[in-house]
């Protein structure tokens, strides 16, 4: 009889796990509970600990001193996943750092069920990355890498958006996936075919949630930091623009944990005696002092999900100075994220044209993901096909449920 095997959805933001037991997908509780936690991970100076999930987030919040890491799927791939850097005491690749969260996840597993877990079908995006191929088959071989370390000695891939459409509910005709993710957007149509599916088409392209997050944030936070202002020059008269590296890494989830340098610091604080407006430079230098980075961007993103709802929501930047609150709209959405309905309506229509379809083919629309709760989303798909039914399924975890399908299923 062969072992039995957990389903992943080792996702950007956040994490799930399934087991098929008795011919039924069970979700394997990874903390306390619930069917999912976050993908995050805080490396614990003092206790020399790795925490994940809330306990991360909540070390983080608290003030511990360590690094705090969220959306490290985003590195798959590129040349940050296998340099070594130091952490305390300790000189560790990214990958090896995603290894520890996933062996964290089998161990919780293997707690669960009573048994050893060596299995795993995991899930993946169809692109890492969108343009560049070479990154992409790297990024595969990343996340191999990391499941290997991990502990686990037999994997198995399946991409994301046909994982969800093994657990659509039942329906005639053709259906499309829109799985919006924390860092790829994904899209697969397919048909039932017997009991099972039949893939038409699949495609993908690097954009997600904490993209919109980062766009958010470029246009109403790094401004109030000094984006887009002036410096003096240090000889002389006239004036140049203050550089803009830094806040593009501050409003990107996966790099904002590498900002906190002596380095950087001392670049902020050059910046902060030579601009124009020195107090929103000094909006900067106290980020980066007390490493607040992560706050900013939880800010970003809670009034991203409140706005979206039709209500004004203040960004809440009051650890970075009192009564420091932009106000985030519905409409500052709407025109913030055009970009981001602009591609996902192209991948769609490329997706219909590898399939050799027509819009007025796809009888039903299947939304994945987090980020696919956005309106924007949702009009997006709506204009590019308004005769197919729309439906939610449990967003969060409708990928992991089919990879737990699919561990029953022939390799």
């Not at 100076?45 to 070390?59: C, I, K, N, Q, Y």
């Not at 520890?100 to 890492?128: C, K, M, T």
């Not at 259906?175 to 994904?186: A, E, F, N, P, Q």
């Amino acid at each position: 009889m062969q072992a039995p095997a957990i389903g992943i959805d080792f996702g950007t933001s956040n994490t799930a796990a399934a087991i098929l037991r008795d011919g039924a997908v069970r979700l394997v509780p990874l903390e306390g509970g619930q069917d999912t936690l976050p993908t995050a991970i805080f490396l614990d100076f003092a206790s020399r600990e790795t925490l994940v999930g809330s306990a991360a987030v909540a070390a983080m919040i608290d003030g511990r001193e360590g690094r705090f890491m969220r959306a490290l799927k985003s590195i798959l791939g590129t040349p940050l996943a296998r340099e070594r850097r130091q952490f305390l005491n300790r000189r560790l690749t990214l990958l090896e750092i995603v290894a520890e969260f996933l062996a964290e996840i089998r161990a919780r597993a293997e707690a669960a069920e009573g048994r050893e877990i060596r299995r795993v079908i995991a899930g993946r995006p169809v692109r890492f990355h969108s343009e560049d191929e070479a990154r992409n088959i790297q990024a595969e071989a990343d996340l191999r890498d990391c499941y290997a370390m991990a502990g686990f000695e037999d994997l198995r891939f399946v991409p994301e958006p046909e994982a969800a459409a093994r657990a659509a509910s039942p329906g005639s005709g053709i259906g499309l996936i829109v799985d919006i993710g924390g860092g790829t957007s994904d899209f697969t149509l397919f048909e039932r075919d017997g009991q099972g599916i039949r893939v038409l088409a699949s495609h993908g392209i690097r954009l997600g949630g904490t993209d919109f997050d980062r766009a958010l944030s470029l246009a109403h936070v790094m401004p109030l930091f000094g984006l887009g202002g002036a410096l003096r020059n240090e000889i002389g008269p006239g004036r140049h623009d203050v550089p803009q590296a830094i806040f593009h890494d501050l409003a990107t989830w996966a790099k904002i944990a590498f900002l906190y340098s002596p380095a950087t610091l001392r670049d902020a604080r050059y910046m902060a005696r030579q601009a124009v407006e020195p107090r929103r430079l000094a909006r900067l230098v106290r980020v980066l002092e007390n490493e607040i980075g992560h706050d900013v961007a939880f800010a970003v993103e809670a009034a991203k999900i409140a706005a979206n709802d039709g209500a004004a929501a203040g960004i809440d930047l009051s650890l970075v100075e009192r009564g420091l609150n932009p106000t985030l709209i519905a409409d500052d959405l709407t025109r913030g994220l055009a970009f981001a309905a602009h591609r996902i309506g192209g991948a769609i229509t490329e997706t219909l044209t590898v399939a050799g379809l027509r819009p007025a083919d796809v009888g039903r629309v299947i939304f994945v993901g987090g980020s696919s709760l956005l309106s924007v989303v949702e009009e997006s798909v709506a204009r590019l096909l308004p005769d197919a039914a729309r439906e939610r399924s449990d967003v969060f975890t409708a990928v992991v449920r089919g990879l737990g399908i699919a561990s029953g299923e022939a390799p």
